[in-house]
Nanobody, 124 residues
Framework: QVQLVESGGGLVQAGGSLRLSCAAS????????MGWFRQAPGKEREFVAA????????VYVDSVKGRFIMSRDNDKNTAYLEMSILKPEDTAVYYC?????????????????WGQGTQVTVSS
């Protein structure tokens, strides 16, 4: 069983920064790709970023390219999402997820474990 716990969300002004963390339990964290998704009120869940099992080959949705950076520390069983130049449209609940594969994937169908989410609110 894998458990994922996100932290680091909060309220920030537009242009600000936040760093989200995703702490994972379970020894197979280091063998799986990890991803971040988000869901805004009234909208469908959206892929944000993913990295492969080594933390390489990042994939980002176009709307966050150049502003968000995803990384991971396999020694700490933790994934991160560094968010900068935040915009009001980034407001959402952010979820981390563990993939069933080792390569970075943007489709939710490849992810089998999900955290409960952390709220990010960006004020204008």
């Amino acid at each position: 069983q894998v458990q994922l716990v996100e932290s680091g969300g909060g309220l920030v002004q537009a242009g600000g920064s936040l760093r989200l963390s995703c702490a994972a339990s379970g020894r197979i964290f280091s063998l799986a790709a990890m991803g971040w998704f988000r869901q805004a009120p009234g909208k469908e869940r959206e892929f944000v970023a993913a990295v492969d099992w080594k933390g390489d080959n990042p994939v980002y949705v176009d709307s966050v390219k150049g502003r968000f950076i995803m990384s991971r520390d396999n020694d700490k069983n933790t994934a991160y999402l560094e968010m900068s130049i935040l915009k009001p449209e980034d407001t959402a609940v952010y979820y981390c997820a563990r993939a069933r594969v080792s390569s970075a994937a943007s489709s939710a169908e490849w992810y089998d474990y999900w955290g409960q989410g952390t709220q990010v609110t960006v004020s204008s």
